[in-house]
């Protein structure tokens, strides 16, 4: 599906990561697996640090720091928010919207629109797509996007094949009106058939969570997962990603009538250093325009790391230069999108601690 | 070569008799990740870049495999 959105554009991006930081190094011990092949696997996956919230910290906790940061220092005035989307796959509860939990604890004005998307890695193109629809309205003049997950809290210490890579943390997007504005060309694609992929099977109504569920089980390759904890099927999303993402790639800049080489930068979800790679070469982008930090310095935080790569890479560089950038998102439903969008004069691009056992943010 | 390929595979799994085996996979001689790091060490060895849809069981089932899938690459064997 195509979409083409004008007089849009990105105003100010922040992203927070919890300050508490471990090492593959420091975490071998915990996989019943030779040292010398989680040392193999650290050098081809990129697998070095990752963040991860401590305690009971919730993606709520996150956004209202965030938020709170911005509008402490007046880079957001919380009386212009009229659109509130969280993105995420880890919500505080079941019910209320965890959107509603943020709006609630930093009193924002009622006469605005909330909503939770349950979206993960494709989440920031999700989220910008309906960032970009709401800006259709004319009642709605600035939305705040947040990407967020803490997955960590639900993935298995024990499951090398998942445990390493993940990463918590939040990003926050300012979206807003841009007369003249660059026209933003965007693709997505869905295939439910492949849901299973990725996936949490216990903690909703279909196996509700118990003592069972909880219980560490043997999956092969000596990893330990309990049906409360994230599942992946490694070869399979490879594969997905491998198949699906190039021809998108070539889609989005056919319907833009661009090149690659029109592009500054391919700003790419980040699963792991090896995937990327394989992408690049395929695609034929040099591998510094198609950057896998987020992942090794961060972990995969899901729906964040395509706006972390923006503040880590450009950062303030965007206030006052810009770029052609490329997004693109891939991962549970299965779902796929990409973006091409000029990025440029924002008004922030920066990325933020949570720090250590602050316990709950109490914003507002 | 083959021996080059059996020395690659020996520095992931030295502990695996890789020439006794028709199915490296299903023998439990190689996970999903070792074929990762041996695409790795085959990309730097030959000076290729294995695409990602190549990057499947079938081709790195036994030696005869990675063998024909290096050809496929305009490797010389």
Redesign the interface.
């Known amino acids: 599906m195509k979409f083409l959105f004008r007089d849009k554009r990105i105003s100010g991006l922040l992203a927070v990561v919890p300050a508490n930081e471990a090492s593959f190094l420091d975490e071998m011990r915990n996989f019943d697996f030779p040292a010398h092949?989680s040392l193999?696997?650290k050098?081809?996956?990129g697998y070095d640090k990752h963040r991860l919230v401590q305690g009971e910290t919730c993606v709520s906790d996150l956004a209202v720091f965030g938020l709170q940061h911005l509008i402490d220092r007046r880079l957001l005035d919380r009386d212009d928010i009229d659109a509130l989307i969280l993105v995420t796959q880890s919500p505080d509860h079941l019910m209320p919207p965890t959107s509603s939990i943020i709006q609630g604890r930093l009193n924002l004005k009622q006469d605005m629109f909330c909503l939770d998307i349950n979206q993960g890695c494709a989440g920031f193109v999700v989220g910008l797509i309906e960032a970009f629809l709401l800006l259709e309205q004319e009642s709605i003049r600035k939305v705040v996007l947040i990407n967020a997950d803490v997955l960590s809290r639900r993935t298995s210490p024990k499951d090398?094949?998942s445990f390493p890579l993940i990463g918590d943390a939040a990003s926050i997007t300012v979206v807003e009106r841009d007369a003249g504005g660059a026209v933003i060309h965007a693709n997505l694609k869905m295939d439910g058939t492949r849901n299973e992929a990725l996936m949490i099977p216990a903690g909703g109504m279909r196996m509700p969570s118990t003592a069972d569920t909880a219980v560490l089980e043997d999956v092969g390759?000596n990893n330990l997962r309990a049906k409360d904890h994230l599942r992946m099927d490694?070869?399979a999303v490879?594969?997905f990603?491998?198949?699906e993402v190039p021809p998108m790639i070539d889609a989005l800049l056919a319907a833009a009538g661009a090149t690659g080489d029109a592009v500054d930068w391919f700003l790419f979800h980040q699963p792991n250093r090896?995937?990327l790679q394989?992408?690049a070469?395929?695609m034929h982008v040099p591998h510094a325009k198609m950057p896998s930090n987020v992942v090794e310095k961060f972990g995969n935080s899901s729906g964040v790391t395509i706006p972390m790569a923006v503040a880590l890479n450009l950062g303030q560089r965007l206030i006052a230069e810009r770029f052609r950038v490329c997004f693109a998102g891939f991962g549970v439903g299965l779902t796929w999108g990409s973006m091409l969008l000029s990025l440029g004069a924002m008004s922030f691009c920066e990325l933020i601690d949570y720090p250590n056992s602050s316990g709950l943010q109490t914003g507002g | 070569m083959t021996d080059r390929i059996v020395g690659l595979l020996q520095e992931?799994?030295p502990e695996s008799d890789f020439a006794a085996s028709r199915d490296f996979l299903g023998d439990g001689l190689l996970?999903?990740?070792?074929m990762?790091?041996l695409?790795?060490a085959l990309d730097a060895v030959f000076r290729v870049?294995i695409?990602?849809?190549d990057?499947?069981?079938q081709n790195f089932q036994n030696l005869d495999a990675i063998a024909a899938l290096l050809r496929k690459y305009r490797v010389a064997l």
């Not at chain 2, 996970?31 to 070792?34: A, L, Q």
């Open positions: 092949r193999k696997l050098e081809v996956m090398r094949n390759d490694g070869s490879f594969n990603v491998q198949v090896f995937m394989k992408l070469d395929k | 992931i799994r996970d999903s990740f070792d990762i790091a695409v790795a870049s695409e990602g849809v990057i499947v069981p």
